[in-house]
T-cell receptor, first 114, second 115 residues
Framework: AQSVTQPDIHITVSEGASLELRCNYS??????LFWYVQSPGQGLQLLLK??????LVQGIKGFEAEFKRSQSSFNLRKPSVHWSDAAEYFC????????????FGAGTRLAVHP | EPEVTQTPSHQVTQMGQEVILRCVPI?????FYWYRQILGQKVEFLVS????????KSEIFDDQFSVERPDGSNFTLKIRSTKLEDSAMYFC?????????????FGSGTRLTVV
């Protein structure tokens, strides 16, 4: 069965520091991979997505993610974090067949210290 | 940029009452979804809808739940007799077809509180 694991429940970084949020997935075929961000009480905003091609994808707000098939990972990175990046981040895998529901990880809550 | 619109943004209902959550998906999308997020937990798939019928549903989506696309633009989720544990944020999403159109767009959610 498909699954997504985000090993870090909470991460705290200082403003200006680099960030990497981990995501591992389990899926037998080629996955469609997504990162979403959710501010408190808000909806889900798409940061970036990977379907095929270049394994390094660029997203909004200066985020990027790298798909590594050998490691079943799709880690999210940002070179310099801003205070406004404090939020919850969800990795998701979409099945490439059928009706393509999304399966979400449990999320990583990011806190940013000034 | 096209949006998925959900109404209401908040709803408080008494246990046992029926609620209908409404969504207007993106007009040229063909696949529609409902997801649920209980406070502090991850987002969970409820149901997918395509070609005017349910294509897949999760274990959560029991007989108390139903979905409908009554008029070609709205997509609704009905909970027939709400329970306390139905309190959650409910997200509607729609999806385009393949290629560059492939992508989910989520609404801002409806926060349902059952008292």
């Amino acid at each position: 069965a498909q699954s997504v694991t985000q090993p870090d429940i909470h991460i705290t970084v200082s403003e200006g520091a680099s960030l990497e949020l981990r995501c591992n997935y389990s899926y037998g075929a080629t996955p469609y991979l997504f990162w979403y961000v959710q501010s408190p009480g808000q909806g889900l905003q798409l940061l970036l997505k990977y379907f095929s091609g270049d394994t390094l994808v660029q997203g909004i707000k200066g985020f990027e993610a790298e798909f590594k098939r050998s490691q079943s990972s799709f880690n999210l990175r940002k070179p310099s974090v801003h205070w406004s990046d404090a939020a919850e981040y969800f990795c998701a895998v979409g099945t490439s067949g059928g009706y393509n529901k999304l399966i979400f990880g449990a999320g990583t809550r990011l806190a940013v210290h000034p | 940029e096209p949006e998925v619109t959900q109404t209401p943004s908040h709803q408080v209902t008494q246990m046992g009452q029926e609620v209908i959550l409404r969504c207007v998906p993106i007009s040229n999308h063909l696949y529609f979804y409902w997801y649920r997020q209980i406070l502090g937990q991850k987002v969970e798939f409820l149901v997918s809808f395509y070609n005017n019928e349910i294509s897949e549903k999760s274990e959560i989506f029991d007989d108390q739940f139903s979905v409908e696309r009554p008029d070609g633009s709205n997509f609704t989720l009905k909970i027939r007799s709400t329970k306390l544990e139905d309190s959650a944020m409910y997200f509607c999403a729609s999806r385009g077809t393949g290629g560059s159109n492939y992508g989910y767009t989520f609404g801002s959610g409806t926060r349902l509180t059952v008292v």
